[in-house]
């Protein structure tokens, strides 16, 4: 019976460790679709009705550049989004880019209707936090911005 409450003891202390709450796993996580084309004049294109329609509704309300939710994050609630990194090519500058871009639950990034930020591509990394963890996922998102 001794060993029992020995055994039984070890167990309970062993058990009674510090546990990590919560998980995180981005292993899996995307944007479909995981590019958009910012265009800083609208309505160029003439033989696309919706192009047309949309552009002029877009102008209209001035409405923002909106990404779709991330997809793939399964982790502890709340999951917190936030900027990691941009890369500018093709003659963007990253730090014009970092100012304006915002990020909202879920992953949604937002760019202003008109984006001071000079034509380019930019390639935005996130971090993701839930409870005690946090991740990166790099490369997760590119914006193209171009004049028309």
Known sequence: MKYIYIIFFTLAVWGCQDI???CLDVNNAEYMPDTMLVRKELGFITD???????????????APWVTSQIQGVVGTAPIQYSLYDVKALDGGDAE?????????????????F??????????????????E????????????????
């Open 96 to 112: 014009i880019f970092k100012t304006e871009l915002k990020i909202r639950g879920g992953g949604v990034m937002e760019v202003p």
């Open 20 to 22: 990590k709450v919560g």
């Open 48 to 62: 696309d009705w919706n192009i047309v329609r949309n552009d002029n509704m877009r102008k209209k309300v001035q």
């Open 133 to 148: 963890y946090s991740a990166i996922i790099e490369d997760a998102f590119t914006f193209i911005i171009r004049q028309k």
């Open 114 to 131: 008109v984006p001071e930020s000079p034509n380019g591509r930019y390639t935005v990394s996130l971090k993701v936090e839930a409870e």
